[in-house]
């Protein structure tokens, strides 16, 4: 068996031994005689997983004892519309910072709900960057910041967080886990799992306690935040096979050594794939100004349509998956999750310099 060389926006790359341990597992969970698919999510071995997954997630982002973890469905796109549903009351302004087509999507949901403000947005030039901390211009009453951490799309990332004084929520979806972040500084994180957590099925939401206090009380039950806090995310079926595959990622990271090896590994993946670029003389043109570009998902272009078409062909041929930009924005996109390992960004950047090569 070949492994591709998978560069996929989400889903996307898995860690091969945590594939293998599930495979393994498959048939006969812990000697149940059963999948873990097949198992009650009322049995004592589920439990177990469930709160493995739970417990390891808390551990490895160090969340405080002040935060839950919640496992829920509906993807990260549910969130645009449970933040303010649940956040947003009466009276009160949601805050977005827009860099990229993610957070226009949750402002659009927030705005069937409430009052919205855009405190910030980098709409204007492309979103090839992150608004500064500066311009950042909060509405009056605001019930909260929402920003989009990294943008996958566009190939941005947050360096730095705003510490304002307003709760901070974060869509996470496709940095969570892959550098250290100071989870006391936001009021609510949530994340679909497709990217750095495992595969897709599951969202992870890390709610701040007290926000539980100032949820309305008509919500429908499934869309209350409260449901999942006071059940242990057990109040209906979860998505029993995708926590425990989150399970499995987890403890990956952990015996790679936690988030801060993590970090540093992407750090240097990432810079693989720049320097590619940024010695290109021009010919790959990255889309993010430097001082936001995303660890995660790096966008670049080729001098026409036609070349790139064929780049895209070649790498195709030669085994790299998933290297075609999003719709919306065209060129390429080589993201690199956690999961994707430094042999396949160093197969990538050779993979451009020798493609470069046939037309100088
Ligand atoms: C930053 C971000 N937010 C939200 C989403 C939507 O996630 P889901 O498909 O889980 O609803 C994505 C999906 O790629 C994303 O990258």
């Known amino acids: 068996m070949k492994r591709a060389y998978n560069f996929n926006a989400g889903p996307s790359a898995l860690p091969l031994s945590v594939l293998q341990k599930a495979q393994r597992e498959l048939l006969d969970f812990q000697d149940t005689g059963m999948s873990v698919m097949e198992l009650s999510h009322r049995s004592k071995e589920y439990d177990e997983v469930h709160n493995r997954a739970k417990q390891l997630l808390k551990e490895l982002m160090n969340i405080p004892d002040t935060h839950d973890v919640l496992f829920l469905q509906g993807g990260a796109s549910l969130q645009f519309s449970m933040v303010p549903m649940n956040l947003l009351t009466s009276g009160q302004t949601g805050n977005y910072v827009l860099t990229g087509a993610w957070s226009e999507k949750a402002l659009k949901e927030a705005k069937k709900v ?27 009453n605001a019930a909260y910041l929402h920003i989009t951490s990294n943008n996958t799309i566009f ?178 996109r080589a993201s690199i999750y956690n999961a994707v390992p430094f042999e396949a960004c160093e197969a990538l950047a050779q993979f451009m310099r020798e493609f470069q090569n046939q037309y100088v």
């Open 114 to 140: 409430g009052n919205t403000h855009v405190a910030a947005s980098s709409k204007g030039a492309n979103y090839t960057h992150i608004p500064a901390l500066q311009d950042i211009q909060l509405s009056e």
């Open 155 to 332: 190939g941005t990332q947050w360096h730095e967080f705003p510490n304002l004084s307003v709760d901070l929520v974060a869509d996470m979806s496709s940095d969570i886990l892959s550098r250290e972040v100071d989870v006391s500084q936001f009021a609510l994180i949530y994340a679909g799992a497709q990217k750095n957590l495992g595969p897709s099925g599951v969202t992870v939401v890390i709610i701040r306690n007290d926000l539980l206090e100032r949820i309305p009380e008509n919500l429908p039950t499934m869309l209350d935040y409260r449901t999942y806090s006071t059940s242990n995310s057990l109040y209906n079926t979860p998505p029993t096979f995708a926590i425990y595959m989150l399970s499995l990622v987890l403890e990956w990271v952990k015996e790679q050594g936690g988030v801060r090896i993590i970090e540093k590994r992407n750090r240097e993946k990432a810079s693989i794939i720049y320097d590619a670029i940024d010695r290109s003389g021009g010919f790959y043109t990255p889309h993010a100004e430097k001082g936001s570009r995303s660890f995660m998902n790096v966008t670049f272009t080729l001098p026409n349509e036609q070349i790139t078409k064929q780049f895209l062909a070649k790498a195709k041929t030669e085994g790299f998956v998933g290297l075609a930009g999003h719709r919306s924005v065209g060129g390429c």
